[in-house]
């Protein structure tokens, strides 16, 4: 069976409706009732097995849009190589040869052959690598298709059956050269030699992708339309000037247009046009038979447009346009395009001689998250994408950077990214690591060889200028680089320029994503990185590159989370010693805490070390952020943390889990970079307040106040300040205060910003070790007897109230989960304002917590846990 799916118009309110009913023009995916099987089981031809009246017998369920190895996890062939060591226990293709996992795919589908002019076409959204197609016995494709990242599309009008029953079969090969995962970056480095991703032969984050991604990965589609196809439209917003959120806005201008195919043999005359805000732009057009013209359609200016805006800067206003092409018959085609209204502008910052970047002509700081792909075996869907891209938003980040080895991301990814306000930073294919920029004993070939891959320049330059086109329209696409860390060949650096030239000429393209024309590393500076955990000093006090790509710490997650992927016999505590990780962790990529852990009491065992891991990723990750921000403007344009998420279930540098669980890391990530922040240099004790928007603030309140162990509290000072948009203004040090309080057992320091109405705007709770570095207060304080009460406030939402009474100790880093009350586990993903939060005596806290999976769970509890709070179970009201 297919689902049919309209081309529909997703109205907001601010857009238009269709010219025209759409009764004739229907898109659906071919997304179900595929059938698989080897290479080897097949003695058929193309031609014979693409004949619906041929039977398939002993064929498996195939999963597509998927890899060869989710199909064969789906059918239980393989282990989950997500869980322990089961990624052992699957055959390499490297070892088994490549008819090991090439496989003919069959999906038999219904689609009347269409009256007078009309078309039905097919489209390939992704297959890696290669591919042959038939149709009812009939070789779609005169040559294999070759690419992972080359959508293709073939008109299969006259091919399909009189009777509407037909039958697609695809033969899909892998990587022509899938290389040796030798424990290097991208194994040997020649997985580099094709056009596709380059993580699937193992690298530091994750262990090799044992099929390296074999399959028709994303979507296969059936389009109807009349003789004429629209491809590939384009929408360019300019927005002249310096631009606020608010208020009425001057004109921006709207540049549209698109490339029209006449499919048949005859001239059709037509108009392409759409409306918008009460305008009707067209053009009248003739087309020649068989022919392909790129069509330009009259400037609109928009009137007091609705703005796009990054997160934290301005609301995401979107608009849907309708652009058809019409003609005496009627609509012969339609595609619906979602676009922001919005200009990215960047300059050079000759102070801190790095890019700096504007939107709608304010400039933006760029706090930035490294991006992988959402999963390594390239199961995606919207709503993950939709969850990930959430939780970079709540994390108060505003960028993020797609890395070189992995993927041109997919459309549905953009769209969470235009809804959260996400910029983008689109690396296309190819790494340093692979790609010969460092000598490297595990790779096969030396530097002056792999400068040179991959092996078809042809057809890299054909899949960039491909997916240029794909990814254009979205407001949250920011930026292209050539690659990561390393520039493509010459002969592709150039043609990814005219390509842009022509193709897209509204965005600044990097020739790589550590370059000068990004962030000029002058003398003094230390480059990118650091990777792995440090002293809080070395976020706040030395400097690196102006903007850094890549930057960043640890990410161990909680209990539950290891857990989930560790087996029992291996959930054993990392010791700092030789020998100290055990070869599950190890395998699964670990990075050591070395002994950070240890000033808050060397851990009991597992539970105890993920625990007491939480309280670092916080602190790292708030110490980056804060630091990076306290020099913004001064040392710095931005900073990308390495790396937000992992694809896979690994040990390191992540804000959430594979499975979407969220630990430490990204609430610490969210205080540290709230937009309108207060904050404490950890090692000299200064205070500084960092203002991210482009409001000016008046009669705000600084509130700093000292706090024992006991509870008791003593106010270092309270003083009305202003503080001016998109700057950083320094106080005072409250250092020699904080030393002498928490000599002996440590001490807290509660930071806040509240209006003139006392309303709190900025909550920051710092908790400092005593005089020998040592958390000694921590681990003796008392029980805060908190009261909290957890209550249904809509169908996907419920507000948990945490009550700590006055005389008591702060009730300090409390978990809160949403949990399945006959399992015990922990409801994903949902989504929740703060977390890891601590209430101060006398006061209470509010956590909201989020998402549709609340909506569509029974038997659910709230539970909270915290370093001094025991775990409490709280049936929800």
Not at 7 to 14: A, C, P
Not at 120 to 141: E, K, S
Not at 781 to 796: C, F, H, P, R, S
Request: proline share 5%; with cysteine; aromatic share 12%.
């Amino acid at each position: 069976m297919h689902i049919m799916v309209r081309k529909l118009l997703n109205v907001t309110g601010l857009l238009l409706a269709p010219f025209l009913p759409l009764a004739a023009q229907s898109q659906y995916e071919l997304n179900s009732g595929w059938q698989c099987n080897n290479i080897a089981k097949v003695t058929v031809k193309g031609e014979a097995l693409s004949t619906p009246s041929y039977k398939l017998s002993g064929w498996m369920p195939a999963t597509v849009p998927g890899t060869v190895l989710t199909t064969l996890l789906n059918n239980q062939l393989v282990p989950d190589p997500f869980y322990g060591m089961n990624n052992e226990r699957i055959p390499d293709i490297y070892t088994t040869g490549k008819d090991h996992y090439t496989y003919w795919f069959v999906k038999d589908f219904t689609e009347q052959k269409p009256a007078a002019d009309g078309q039905v076409w097919l489209h390939f959204r992704g297959v890696n690598d290669g591919c042959d197609i038939y149709v009812n016995g009939h070789r779609i494709n005169n040559a294999t298709h070759f690419g992972t990242y080359l959508r293709h599309s073939y008109n299969i009008t006259q091919w399909l059956a009189k009777d509407g029953k037909n039958r697609l079969a695809v033969i899909v090969y892998p990587p022509a050269v899938v290389g040796d995962p030798n424990g290097g970056q991208g194994g040997d480095g020649t997985i580099a030699k094709n056009v596709g991703p380059q993580y699937t032969a193992g690298w530091d984050w994750i262990q090799p992708m044992r099929d390296r991604n074999t399959g028709i990965w994303d979507k296969v589609t059936i389009e109807k339309t009349g003789a004429v196809r629209i491809k590939d439209p384009q929408v360019i917003t300019r927005v002249p000037g310096i631009r606020l959120p608010e208020g009425p806005q001057a004109p921006a201008t709207l540049i549209v247009k698109a490339t029209l195919q006449n499919a048949t043999a005859k001239v059709v005359e037509g108009a392409l046009r759409y409306k918008l805000s009460g305008n009707t732009i067209s053009k009248k057009v003739t087309l020649a038979a068989t022919s392909m013209t790129t069509i330009d359609l009259p400037d609109l200016e928009l009137k007091d447009p609705k703005l796009w805006w990054p997160s934290g800067y301005g609301p995401q206003q979107l608009y849907n346009l309708q652009l058809e092409f019409v003609d005496d018959n009627g609509i012969d085609d339609t595609e619906d395009i979602s676009f922001g209204v919005r200009e990215i502008q960047t300059y050079w910052n000759g102070h801190t001689n790095s890019r700096e970047v504007a939107v709608n002509g304010q400039k933006i700081f760029i706090k930035g998250g490294n991006w992988i792909t959402s999963d390594a075996m390239f199961r995606f869907s919207k709503e993950r994408y939709d969850a990930e891209v959430r939780f970079h938003r709540d994390m108060n980040l505003n960028l993020i950077r797609i890395w070189g080895g992995s993927l041109t991301e997919r459309p549905e990814f953009y769209e969470a990214c235009d809804k959260y306000g996400m910029l983008v930073f689109q690396d296309f294919w190819m790494s340093g690591d692979c790609n010969g920029r460092w000598v490297d004993p595990l790779k096969k070939e030396d530097q002056w060889i792999r400068r040179r891959y991959p092996d078809n320049h042809s057809l890299f330059i054909e899949s960039a200028a491909d997916q240029i086109k794909m990814l254009r329209n979205h407001a949250s696409l920011a930026f292209w680089c050539g690659g990561n860390e390393i520039t493509p060949p010459v002969d592709i650096l150039n043609a990814i320029k005219d390509s842009l030239a022509v193709l897209d000429n509204t965005r600044f393209f990097f020739h790589y994503s550590n370059s000068d024309s990004m962030s000029y590393n002058a003398i003094g500076g230390n480059g990118d990185g650091p990777y792995n955990i440090q002293p809080m000093s070395v976020f706040w006090n030395e400097k690196t590159f102006p903007f850094n790509s890549e930057v960043g710490s640890v990410g161990v997650g909680d209990y539950e989370s290891l857990e989930r992927f560790i087996p029992t016999a291996n959930m054993k505590a990392p010791e700092n010693k030789k020998g100290g990780v055990d070869s599950v962790w190890d395998y699964h990529k670990y990075i050591p805490y070395f002994n950070h852990l240890d000033p808050y009491g060397k851990p009991k065992d597992v539970k105890d070390f993920a625990a007491k891991a939480q309280l670092v990723n916080y602190d790292q990750y708030r110490a980056l952020m804060e630091g990076f921000s306290a020099h913004m403007w001064d040392w710095y344009t931005g900073v990308i943390i390495w790396k937000t998420q992992n694809p896979w279930t690994a040990l390191r540098g992540q804000m959430y889990d594979y499975y979407l669980d969220p630990n430490a890391c990204l609430y610490g990530n969210r205080t540290g970079g709230a937009p309108l922040h207060v904050m404490c240099n950890p090692t000299d004790g200064n205070i500084f307040t960092v203002n991210n928007t482009f409001k000016y603030h008046t009669d705000i309140m600084l509130q700093l106040t000292a706090f024992d162990m006991a509870g008791k509290g003593t106010q270092l000072t309270q003083v009305f300040t202003e503080i001016s948009p998109k700057t950083v203004q320094k106080y005072l040090s409250v250092k020699s205060g904080l030393d002498k309080m928490g000599a002996k057992d440590g001490v807290f320091l509660s930071a806040r910003l509240l209006d003139k109405d006392k309303q709190l705007i900025d909550d920051n709770l710092y908790w400092f070790p005593d005089s020998t570095g040592n958390y000694s207060g921590l681990q003796k304080m008392e029980t805060a007897k908190v009261q909290i009460l957890a209550q249904k406030a809509g169908n996907d939402s419920i507000t948990v109230k945490i009550s700590n009474p006055v005389n008591g100790p702060i009730a300090f880093f409390n978990r809160v989960s949403l949990v399945n009350s006959k399992t015990k586990k922990r409801v994903l993903p949902v989504f929740y304002n703060d977390n890891y939060i601590s209430v101060l005596p006398g006061e209470e806290k509010l956590v909201t917590i989020s998402g549709e999976a609340i909506g569509q769970s029974g038997n659910i509890v709230v539970t909270v846990k915290g370093w001094n709070v025991p775990e409490q179970i709280i049936n929800i009201k």
